[in-house]
C-alpha cells in the first residue's frame, strides 16, 4: 500500500488536532527549525486506532540524507515551513518495503525503548549501517501512539570495529602460530636431515640398513606434519561465528594439547580436571581454544619457571565454567583493573601486545558469557570464563 | 699425534631428530651420541680428553633448557663448542645463547650441508683448542722441572736480557750465567735462545 497517500507530513496533518493553522503554525516553526537543526536522522511516527500501519508523520533533513533522498551537501537550514524533507522520502517508492520502515513499524509493537541496528542499501549498493533508538512520546494527551525515532550512522564505527577484531584475531592466531611453528619445524627438519642423508649415502651399498633408517624417519617425520596440519586446518575451515554445541571438556583437552610444548618447554606443570558431567553449551569451539591457549600461555609467563597451572571445567547454574588457575606472581589491584584494557601489557620488553586479556573478553561476550579475573599478588590468578548453556537472543 | 673418533653429542627432546642427526653424523664418519634431555646428558656425558667435540643443543627442552646447560657448562669451564639449533627461535634467546658463547644458532629445518659444516668448523676449533692445551700442559711441565735460579734466568731471557744484564740482575757471574742458560735450553728442548724465546710465546698465546 502506498503509505505517501496518507502521511501526514504537512502542518495541518502533523499539528491540526492542537488547534488551528494559524494558531499552531508558530510552534511548527519553532518545532521544526530545531528537529533540523540536529545532526542525527529524525522520524516520528504514529500509530492510529483502526490502522493496519504505523504512518510517518515528520522526518527531518538529515535523515533524507541518510537514506540518499537529499544530497548531503543541500544546505541545512530548512527553507520555507512546510516539511520537503519527508515528502521526499516517503513518497519514495521503495520506503515503506525498506529495513529503515520495518524498523519502525516493528518498534511500535511495545511501548518501551527500543534500540537497533539496521542496514540501509543506497541506490549504488553502498551499505549503511544505522543505530536507531526509538522512544514512545506519552503522558500527554494528542500524543499517545506516537514515537520518536533518532537515526545514528555507524558505519565508520562498525566497520573500525570489525578490522580491529580480524586484527585481534590475526594476532591471536599469530601467538598460537609461534607453538605450531615450534612444532612443525622439528618433524620437517628431522625429515630434511634424514632424507639428504640418505641421499648422500646411495652410493656406499653396505650402508643399506641406515638408508633404511633415514627412510623411516621421513615416514615418521612426514605422519606427525600431516597430523599438525590436519590441526591447523580446522581453524581455516571454520567461520569466525559458527556455534555449535561442544562439550567444554574437549575444548579444555585439546587447548592444553595446543599449549603444553609451551608450557612445558617453560618450566611450568600443566594440569587439568575435567567435570565428566558438564552439559553441551552452544560456543565456536576455536575461539574458546584460542581464549584458553592465551590464558594458559599468560599463566606460563606469570610463572617465570616452576609454575603449577590447573585448567578446571565444572558446571553452573545456567552454564559450563573453565578456569585456568596458577600459582604464579599474581598481579596488584591496580594492575587487575586493567588487565581487559587493550593495549595494558606487563610485558612490551618480552613482546607482548596487551591484546590477549581484551581478545580473550571479546571472544567470551561474543558467546553472551563472563570472563573474570581474581588475583593476589605473590599467590597466583584464576581466570575464569562463563558460557550460558542457551545462547542469548539480543 | 694419536686422535680418537671426533663425537658430536646430540641433546634434543624430540626423539626423532635425534635419530636423524645422529644418522647423518654417523654418515661422515664421526660418532654421535644422543641424549633426549638436558639431564640425560648431564648423566652421561664423561670427558674424554683427546677426542675432539661439539654439542648439537635444542635451545626449548622440558626440564633444563639448552640455555641452561649452556650456562651450567660455561660455570663448569667446560668449553665445548655448541651448536644451538631451535624450532621456534627468538631474537633475545639466540642474542643470549651467543653470547654465552655458543658458535652458531641453526633454525630448525636446516640442511645437511649447513649442519655438517658448522660440525666440522667446532671440531676443528675444539681440536685446535686441545692441541693448544696440550702445548701448555707440556710447557708448564718443562718449566716445572726448572729450578728456582734456573727460572729466574728463563723469566729475563724471554724478556730480552743479554747475560752481562742477566748477571747483574741476579747479582751473580756471567759465567754461573752461561751455566743456568745451558740448563734452562736443555730442560726446555730447545736449541737456542730465540726458540725458546718463540715456544714461550706460543704458549702464551690463546
Redesign the interface.
Known amino acids: 500500500m502506498g503509505h505517501a497517500a496518507t502521511l501526514g507530513i504537512r502542518i495541518d496533518d502533523a499539528f491540526g488536532r492542537f488547534g488551528s493553522p494559524e494558531q499552531v503554525r508558530p510552534y511548527w516553526r519553532l518545532f521544526h527549525q530545531a528537529i533540523e537543526r540536529v545532526p542525527d536522522g529524525v522520524v516520528i511516527t504514529t500509530w492510529r486506532p483502526g490502522d493496519e500501519h504505523p504512518t510517518a508523520v515528520y522526518c527531518n533533513r538529515a535523515f533524507a540524507s541518510l537514506v540518499g533522498c537529499l544530497p548531503s551537501n543541500s544546505p541545512k537550514t530548512p527553507g520555507g515551513g512546510e516539511n520537503d524533507a519527508a515528502a521526499r522520502v516517503l513518497s519514495h517508492p521503495a520506503w515503506d518495503k525498506s529495513p529503515l520502515w520495518k524498523s519502525l513499524e516493528e518498534s511500535h509493537r511495545s511501548d518501551a525503548v527500543r534500540s537497533a541496528e539496521v542496514a540501509h542499501q543506497w541506490a549504488d549498493g553502498s551499505q549503511l549501517i544505522l543505530e536507531l533508538e526509538s522512544t514512545p512520546l506519552q503522558g500527554e494527551v494528542g500524543l499517545m501512539g506516537h514515537r520518536v525515532a533518532v537515526f545514528r550512522d555507524v558505519t565508520a564505527q562498525k566497520n573500525l570495529e570489525n578490522a580491529v577484531a580480524r586484527n585481534e584475531r590475526l594476532a591471536c592466531i599469530g601467538l598460537l602460530g ?2 605450531i ?14 632424507a ?2 640418505a641421499l ?2 646411495l652410493d656406499s651399498p653396505d ?1 643399506i640398513k ?1 638408508v633404511e ?2 627412510l623411516e ?1 621421513i615416514v ?2 612426514m605422519n ?1 606434519c600431516g597430523r599438525i596440519v590436519r590441526t591447523l586446518l580446522r581453524y581455516s575451515r571454520q567461520q569466525p561465528t559458527e556455534r555449535q554445541a561442544c562439550n567444554i571438556n574437549d575444548v579444555a583437552e585439546q587447548s592444553i594439547e595446543l599449549a603444553r610444548p609451551y608450557g ?2 617453560h ?1 611450568a606443570k600443566l594440569q587439568l580436571q575435567l567435570d565428566a558431567r558438564v552439559p553441551l553449551a552452544p560456543m565456536n569451539p576455536l575461539e574458546i581454544e584460542l581464549v584458553l591457549v592465551n590464558l594458559i600461555r599468560n599463566a606460563v609467563e606469570a610463572g617465570g619457571g616452576d609454575v603449577v597451572i590447573a585448567v578446571r571445567t565444572s558446571r553452573t547454574d545456567h552454564g559450563v565454567r573453565v578456569e585456568v588457575q596458577d600459582n604464579g606472581c599474581g598481579m596488584n589491584d591496580d594492575q587487575l583493573a586493567h588487565v581487559f584494557d587493550p593495549l595494558y601489557t606487563t610485558r612490551r620488553q ?2 607482548g601486545s596487551g591484546l590477549g586479556m581484551s581478545i580473550a573478553l571479546g571472544i567470551v561476550q561474543g558467546h553472551g558469557g563472563c570472563l573474570t579475573a581474581r588475583s593476589r599478588q605473590g599467590m597466583g590468578t584464576t581466570v575464569t570464563i562463563d558460557l550460558p548453556i542457551a545462547a542469548e537472543q539480543s | 699425534m694419536v686422535t680418537a673418533t671426533p663425537t658430536v653429542y646430540i641433546v634434543d627432546d624430540d626423539p626423532q631428530v635425534c635419530e636423524s642427526l645422529s644418522l647423518m653424523v654417523r654418515s661422515v664418519g664421526l660418532e654421535a651420541q644422543a641424549y633426549c634431555s638436558a639431564e640425560a646428558f648431564l648423566d652421561g656425558f664423561r670427558e674424554a680428553p683427546c677426542a675432539p667435540k661439539c654439542i648439537v643443543l635444542d635451545v626449548r627442552m622440558p626440564g633444563l633448557s639448552g640455555l641452561g646447560l649452556q650456562q651450567m657448562l660455561v660455570a663448569q669451564n667446560k668449553r665445548v663448542p655448541i651448536i644451538m639449533i631451535s624450532g621456534c627461535a627468538d631474537i633475545p634467546m639466540a642474542v643470549q645463547a651467543m653470547s654465552n658463547g655458543a658458535m652458531d644458532f641453526l633454525e630448525k629445518p636446516f640442511s645437511r650441508r649447513t649442519m655438517l659444516a658448522r660440525i666440522q668448523e667446532a671440531i676443528d676449533r675444539d681440536a685446535n683448542t686441545r692441541r693448544q692445551y696440550a702445548r701448555e700442559a707440556e710447557l708448564a711441565a718443562r718449566v716445572e722441572r726448572l729450578s728456582s735460579r734456573q727460572r729466574e734466568v728463563l723469566d729475563l731471557l724471554v724478556a730480552g736480557k743479554h747475560s752481562k744484564q742477566i748477571a747483574s740482575a741476579l747479582g751473580i757471574g756471567e759465567k754461573t750465567v752461561a751455566k743456568h742458560r745451558a740448563g734452562v735450553l736443555d730442560k726446555m728442548q730447545a736449541d737456542s735462545v730465540v726458540e725458546l724465546v718463540r715456544l714461550m710465546a706460543v704458549g702464551n698465546s690463546g
Not at chain 1, 181 to 194: C, D, F, M, Q, R
Request: aromatic share 0%.
Open positions: 609461534a607453538a611453528a615450534h612444532e612443525i619445524n622439528n618433524p620437517t627438519g628431522s625429515a630434511l636431515v634424514a639428504e642423508t648422500a649415502m650402508e641406515q633408517a633415514c624417519n615418521a617425520s606427525r612445558e618447554s618450566g618480552a613482546g
